[in-house]
């Protein structure tokens, strides 16, 4: 059995930035993730984050994962395993079982876990909702601006919130064409000025809209076009005011729920919280669960913008850190500006829903 | 109209758009940020004191207009892409507007472009004037272009190529 | 179809292979998810439900959803959004739940 001071799963903003404070304050870390690169979601953000300097504010998403990647894989102190997928957790005796590369299975026996798995893309219930051609957003991020295939030439977008804005936006560098925005809500949901970069390319934003039904060509099987129509203020569809639109895509951003089953695995208490997309554990300010010694980070933890990801990654990692003695002398500065720059991120209009659901949380 | 199609209503523009004694005197700033949302990049790229420093990082960002000389340092730092800046004495009867364009592929310096509004549609033809491309901009090039004068506070962005006639 | 030319971004590809899908040749690169590939030869529909035997494509392409199961060298359940293409790949669409041999 492999032995490691904090295991830290998942690669992604919040991971990589948890694996970096640990070892900055002098503990051993087991970075493990499935994919054969770090970086996480990180890889197709091809757009300016927002936020402050602290946060990498100015820079692309695909810059910044590859900053914190570089760090991470030149750190002494940071043992990465990529190809490397989870699968369950035996909090009997805190080991995980590790599936690396699909061959070999490897024990693992960690003093602290932090659990920084993200998040999956929702669904959405409508006729023929199963129809290929139909694809989460974060597929069509995936496999464009990381594979380079675009997903097809006419796309309808449902949901304007941040991910439904910014993909319409990639979809249109990439040269495809955006027929239309849908959102079933009265108003959209992401950042005005996400929303005003796709309106200028002449993109319609039609709110309170929602897909009826979606067709198939007869000859391919896949999708050929999508039926909208209108919902009024209780979000009934109202009938008359049917759409066509013809298009081989549909991209589907209606949220994201937090992958928590290595939560539920370790026995962590959860809550239902819509407002942070679904099952999410309670977790005190220094992100550790109510199992000691679990943290959680990142969209897991309460699904958020990247930037808060990566803040609550560096207090998941300072902390289980701190736990196991290890403090270069910078701890309380360290863990205090975090929970500053948290605070601030959350702490305007756009971070209400937020701040609702964290409030359900704490332990 | 912004909360629902992403377009900014002329009530929305006028508390942004600088005052007419300064747009007289030369190249100045014009950020359409309209909700506050935590973000503070463009008072870090400006080095001239015009972009006030945020007391809150969700503060709306303001701006003292009588220290912006128009540079533009601040159009490709903004993650929003709101940033533009605007000269309405580049001629008797035209203006120059500066914009944020990352779109492949790019409009060479004295091509015509179509000139497009904050809604997507076309409302005429313009020369480019620049394209600045470098390290700095880091692919968010910022394109100068040249539209009439009484259109300098409607084109918000150009289609390449576009429609000749 | 592939992304030529990106404002933003520029692709590292892998050297072209060769590999069957339902018996027909097709082209990829190495490396590169099998979904990818297939996708850009317009493969869009990869296996057929159990039940209704309705047309399925990929759904969240990072591994999460299991919509994109298809047979791999004769292998059945392969997430071929994840698997990496490799030359002369037997790839074929699943019916089903597919025979585990």
């Known amino acids: 059995m492999k032995k490691t001071e904090i295991a830290v799963i998942g690669g992604g903003p919040a991971g990589l930035m948890a694996s970096l404070a640990a070892a900055e304050m002098g503990a051993r870390v087991t970075l493990i993730d499935r994919n054969s690169r770090l970086g996480g979601q990180l890889v197709k953000q091809t757009h300016m984050f927002f936020g402050s300097e602290k946060e990498y504010a100015s820079i692309r998403g695909i810059d910044i994962g590859k900053i914190l990647s570089a760090e991470v894989l030149k750190n002494p102190r940071i043992e990465t395993m990529l190809d490397s997928t989870v699968i369950g957790y035996y909090p009997d005796d805190g080991v995980l079982g590790v599936e690396v590369e699909e061959k070999t299975f490897v024990k693992i026996k960690p003093e602290k876990v932090i659990v920084a798995t993200g998040a999956s893309e929702k669904f959405l219930p409508f006729e023929n909702n199963d129809l290929p051609g139909i694809y989460g957003a974060g597929a069509v991020q995936t496999l464009m601006n990381e594979h380079g295939v675009i997903p097809g030439d006419n796309v309808l977008m449902v949901g304007a919130g941040n991910i439904g804005l910014i993909v319409s936006y990639q979809l249109m560098q990439a040269g495809v064409n955006v027929k239309a925005i849908i959102d079933a809500a009265p108003n959209i949901g992401g950042y005005w000025v996400h929303a005003s970069k796709v309106a200028r390319l002449g993109v319609p934003i039609m709110t309170s809209y929602t897909v009826k039904a979606a067709y198939a060509n007869e000859l391919t099987g896949a999708l050929e076009r999508a039926v909208i129509w209108q919902v009024d203020n209780k979000w009934q569809p109202i009938p008359g005011t049917e759409k066509v639109l013809k298009v081989d895509v549909i991209c589907i951003s209606v949220g994201l729920s937090p992958l928590a089953e290595i939560l539920w695995q370790a026995g962590c208490k959860m809550k239902y919280v819509p407002q942070l997309g679904g099952h999410v554990a309670l977790r005190n300010e220094n992100m550790e669960t109510t199992v000691p010694g679990v943290y959680v980070a990142g969209d897991v933890a309460g699904v958020e913008e990247a930037s808060s990801a990566m803040i609550e990654g560096r207090l998941a990692g300072l902390n289980a850190a701190k736990s196991l003695g290890y403090d270069n002398g910078t701890f309380n500065e360290k863990r205090r500006e975090a929970l500053e720059q948290l605070e601030s991120l959350r702490s305007g209009p756009v971070g209400e829903k937020i701040r609702q659901g964290l409030a359900q949380l704490v332990s | ?165 | 179809m592939r992304i030529v030319k990106h404002p933003i971004l520029s692709f590292e590809r892998g050297r072209e292979v060769e590999f069957t899908f339902d018996g027909r040749k097709m082209k990829g690169y190495e490396g590169e998810p099998i979904a990818a590939a297939l996708h850009d030869n317009g493969v869009r529909v990869l296996s057929y439900s159990k039940h209704l035997h309705r047309a399925r494509g990929f759904y969240c392409a990072i591994g999460n959803c299991s919509s994109c199961l298809m047979t791999v060298n004769g292998e059945p359940n392969v997430r071929v959004c994840t698997e990496k293409l490799r030359e002369g790949m037997v790839v074929e669409t699943q019916k089903g739940r597919g025979d585990i041999k």
């Not at chain 2, 128009?70 to 035209?94: M, N, R, W």
């Not at chain 2, 033809?125 to 259109?151: A, C, F, H, Q, S």
Request: charged fraction near 25%; charge should be neutral.
């Open chain 2, 1 to 165: 109209m912004l909360c629902t199609k992403g377009i900014p209503t002329a009530e929305d523009l006028a508390t942004r758009i600088p005052p007419e004694e300064r747009r007289k005197k030369g190249p100045v700033v014009m950020i359409e940020c309209f909700q506050k949302i935590p973000c503070n990049p463009c008072y870090t790229a400006c080095k001239h004191g015009a972009i006030q420093k945020f007391e809150d990082i969700n503060d709306l960002p303001s701006v003292n207009f009588d220290n912006c000389n128009g540079c533009g340092l601040c159009i490709s730092k903004c993650p929003g892409l709101a940033i533009f800046v605007i000269d309405e004495t580049y001629s008797e009867t035209q203006a120059t507007v500066s914009l944020p364009f990352e779109f492949f592929p790019l409009p060479r310096e004295g091509e015509e472009v179509d000139l497009l509004d904050r809604s997507g549609t076309k409302v005429g033809r313009g020369k480019v004037l620049k394209v600045r491309n470098g390290k700095y901009e880091d692919r968010t090039p910022v394109i100068t272009v040249i539209v009439p004068k009484e259109l300098s506070m409607v084109v918000r962005n150009i289609k390449v190529g576009g429609d000749v006639s």
